[in-house]
C-alpha cells in the first residue's frame, strides 16, 4: 500500500520540480547546458510516474483513460530523451576546447 502511494506521488512532485525548473528559466538563471538537462530529467522520470499509475495503479487497466496515459507517457519520455540529447550535444561543443599548456 505504501508503494503505491509513494508511486502515484512521483507525478506531482516532478511536475512541481518541472514548475521550478521553468521558474528558473523565467527569471533567467537557468542557462544552458542545463537548460536542457534539468527538463529532459523531469520529464523522463514523469514518464515513468504516468506508468506507475496506469500499471496496477488507481486507473483500470484496458479503459481509455488507461490508453490515454500510457500514450502520453511515452510522448513525454520522447521528449525528455530529446532534451537529454540536447544536453549531451551542447555539453560536447562546450568540452571541445583543449587548455593550453602554460
Do not use: H
Not at 479503459?63 to 530523451?81: I, R
Amino acid at each position: 500500500m505504501v508503494l503505491d502511494l509513494l508511486g502515484m506521488a512521483l507525478v506531482p512532485a516532478y511536475l512541481l520540480l518541472l514548475g521550478l525548473v521553468l521558474l528558473r528559466y523565467r527569471r533567467g538563471t537557468l542557462k544552458p547546458p542545463r537548460l536542457f538537462m534539468y527538463p529532459g530529467m523531469c520529464l523522463t522520470w514523469l514518464a515513468y510516474g504516468l506508468l506507475q499509475i496506469t500499471q496496477e495503479g488507481p486507473v483500470p487497466t484496458g479503459t481509455p483513460l488507461n490508453y490515454v496515459l500510457d500514450g502520453l507517457s511515452v510522448a513525454v519520455l520522447l521528449a525528455g530523451l530529446s532534451l537529454f540529447y540536447r544536453w549531451w550535444r551542447e555539453r560536447d561543443s562546450d568540452d571541445s576546447t583543449t587548455p593550453t599548456s602554460g
